[in-house]
């Protein structure tokens, strides 16, 4: 079972749509939670944290369920800005070095 | 806002030759990463580096890679002896305290 589970899409949406984007983890050990953005050929940048309690980041909102092992992104109004790839990436402990293991992306297509 | 670097931005290189690639981390940063990532494929960790040694490495960090801080602002990933499979992009990034991992624009290998 893969460790970090996404649709790959793409999403093509009209501006000003709302999108939501899916994950699954594996471990239930994983402690941090995030979404990340990669544009094509770039490097990831973190766009959000993704807390227990659901936060929201502007147009942004990301949902966590622990109990189901899985998270959620959701962009209201999207912009062309928007296209890219999202990634869902996780930690599995809050210790010094620990690696991140990442999803491999949704892509989004936002078109006028 | 202060930002990973990492040099040079695209190497090329014959299989079985060696190199090096250079990262400088966020100043204030403790705790430093390789990651990369395969064409197509999701970015993968490499290895992590903390307190002047590795913290974790994954199986993809054989012999033949090794990581460096030879002083305090520069951290380098040594491939010995360049396989084709080893074509990616080599992502550096660094993290303070918190959980947030940040990354630098990367270096593309292209293996001959």
């Known amino acids: 079972r893969k460790e970090v589970e996404q649709d790959p899409g793409p999403f093509n949406v009209p501006e000003g749509a709302t999108v939501a984007f899916n994950c699954t983890y594996s471990?239930?050990?994983?402690?941090?939670f995030f979404w990340y953005r990669q544009d094509c050929r770039k490097e990831p940048k973190l766009l959000m944290s993704?807390?227990?309690s659901g936060n929201e980041d502007g147009r942004f909102t990301a949902q966590l369920n622990r109990a189901s092992q899985y998270i959620s992104l959701l962009i209201r109004d999207s912009k062309l800005s928007d296209s890219a790839t999202y990634l869902c990436?996780?930690?599995?402990?809050?210790?010094?070095?620990?690696?991140?293991?990442f999803g491999k992306g949704t892509t989004l297509s936002v078109s006028s | 806002e202060p930002e990973v670097t990492q040099t040079p931005s695209h190497q090329v290189t014959q299989m079985g030759q060696e190199v090096i690639l250079r990262c400088v981390p966020i100043?204030?940063?403790?705790?430093f990463y390789w990651y990369r990532q395969i064409l197509g494929q999701k970015v993968e960790f490499l290895v992590s580096?903390?307190?002047?040694?590795?913290?974790?490495k994954s199986e993809i960090f054989d012999d033949q890679f090794s990581v460096e801080r030879p002083d305090g602002s520069n951290f380098t990933l040594k491939i010995r002896s360049t396989k084709l499979e080893d074509s990616a992009m080599y992502f550096c990034?660094?993290?303070?305290?918190?959980?947030?991992?940040?990354f630098g624009p990367g270096t593309r290998l292209t293996v001959l």
């Open positions: 990034a660094s993290r303070p305290l918190a959980n947030e991992q940040f």
């Open positions: 471990n239930s050990a994983s402690q941090s």
């Open positions: 993704v807390y227990s």
């Open positions: 990436v996780v930690n599995i402990r809050n210790q010094a070095g620990t690696a991140l293991i």
């Open positions: 100043s204030n940063h403790l705790y």
């Open positions: 580096f903390y307190n002047n040694e590795i913290s974790e």
